[in-house]
């Protein structure tokens, strides 16, 4: 949910051009495993981690790797099949700089990557519609740091504050760069401070509250029916969002089930080109008194994603036309029912082919149509090609194929497009 930056000094080395030695690989996994040892959020499960990928280095899994990239990809794979948990992962960096300049480069780099996301996603609020029938819709792909998009959410909660009803998009939502950002906007929707949820941190043996705020700027939600669209994608911060709403009966959740990624990460230098996001804190629902990790946040309405927005659209006009008693707007809202109904989103069936990788175990097709799910579009193997056919709306189509847990672009499609910072396929459907 939020990443905090700390620099540890730990073991001085540089790994040249993306090439690991033995005793690199050794080093390395013994400052991760001691990261794990005295951060990670259940002591249990990172001692197995520990004696899993020990074994896997005294046994020789790890020898034939020479790339950087590929041993913190193979180290990922190997802690997340014992934790299974998302938010932990290994990175990589390739760094000519200096050890004394190694605070203030990484520093701009993070400034420079912030901007770029929030500007790309237009601070929290990619887009902002009011919808057939007086239906608000919010696009949030991100909660960004509350200093700099408290403007944004204010906007859009007063751009919406006259409708009838509310759709928050969370389908592409990846996580929140800032705890205090869905408290912030949940305010909105409470007439009253409300206990949202609690962060317990495991290395202080301290647990902090988070509530909605008793004043907010501008009108509140609060009397009005909210619906909450998720998909296979939706993670971290997204899945809070939606957990917190729908466990507090504030919203019904219509899509698919999430990822489930619950618990807050910090990201920890091991050495000058490895790094790990470590969960430190666990989530926890002050009625559930558990979290969504693991499992994902069940929908109350199951629906694709690519048709849970109208999924939603068409339930909200129809609870509000059974919960009227005024004839002229049942009127308007059987005409507006009629009219979105009309218009049901239609796909075309697109094949995506792969050639070669005949040794992968698995390989996936991720994009726009599926709201880049990292798993929700299996490829089947055809000799040496994989395959695989996927519905999708008219228009531009960004989309990757994931081999074996890593994404890659089409070789056979020159056309690519960029998107918050990845390069992507481009493929346009007529």
């Known amino acids: 949910m939020r990443a905090l930056f700390l620099i540890l000094t730990v073991l001085i080395f540089r790994v040249s051009y993306g090439q690991i030695t033995y005793t690199q690989k050794q080093e390395t996994i013994g400052s991760i495993l001691k990261v794990l040892e005295t951060r990670y ?31 913190a990809f193979r180290l990922t794979r190997d802690l997340q099949e014992i934790s299974k948990d998302l938010h932990l992962r290994i990175e990589f960096t390739e760094s ?12 701009i780099s993070q400034e420079v990557w912030m901007n770029q996301i929030l500007s790309e996603n237009n601070y929290g609020i990619k887009s902002k519609k009011i919808l057939e029938g007086n239906i608000g819709y919010l696009e949030i792909p991100m909660f960004g740091p509350i200093e700099q998009c408290a403007d944004t959410l204010i906007s859009a909660m007063q751009f919406i504050a006259g409708t009838s009803a509310l759709i928050l998009d969370l389908r ?62 939706t993670f971290s911060g997204g899945e809070e969002l939606a957990y917190d709403l729908q466990h507090t009966n504030r ?33 926890v629902n002050p009625v559930t008194q558990t979290n969504w990790e693991g499992t994902g946040v069940l929908p109350n309405i199951q629906a694709k994603s690519n048709i849970a927005l109208y999924t939603a659209h068409v339930k909200a006009l129809n609870s509000l036309y059974e919960k009227s008693s005024d004839d002229k707007l049942r009127l308007k ?28 175990k698995e390989v996936f097709v991720s994009g726009t149509f599926n709201s880049w799910s990292p798993n929700g579009s299996p490829m089947e193997k055809d000799g040496n090609t994989w395959v695989a056919t996927v519905e999708t709306e008219p228009g531009k189509t960004g989309y990757k194929f994931i081999v074996d847990g890593q994404w890659i672009t089409d070789p056979n499609n020159p056309r690519t497009m960029i998107e918050n910072g990845y390069e992507n396929s481009l493929l346009v459907v007529e």
């Open 41 to 71: 959020v259940f002591p249990e499960v990172a001692r197995n981690m520990q004696s899993f990928v020990l074994k896997n280095l005294q046994s020789g899994k790890y020898d034939s790797i020479t790339s950087g990239n590929e041993f």
């Open 96 to 107: 000519d700089n200096t050890v004394a300049n190694k605070d203030t480069n990484e520093n």
């Open 172 to 233: 592409s939502c990846r996580g929140s760069l800032d705890e205090n950002t869905i408290p912030f906007l949940c305010s909105y929707f409470f007439a009253v401070p409300t206990h949202l949820f609690d962060f317990y941190t495991r290395e202080t043996n301290t647990t902090k509250q988070f509530w909605t705020y008793a004043w907010v700027p501008g009108k509140r939600y609060f009397e009005k029916p909210v619906y909450v669209l998720t998909s296979s994608r």
């Open 251 to 283: 919203a019904i959740i219509v899509g698919e089930v999430t990822r489930g990624g619950a618990n807050p990460t910090e990201l920890v230098a091991i050495n000058p080109n490895f790094r790990i996001s470590v969960p430190y804190m666990r989530s």
């Open 333 to 360: 809202l059987a005409v507006a029912i009629k009219k979105v109904e009309a218009n049901k989103p239609r796909f075309r069936q697109i094949r995506f082919k792969l050639n070669g990788y005949e040794n992968a």
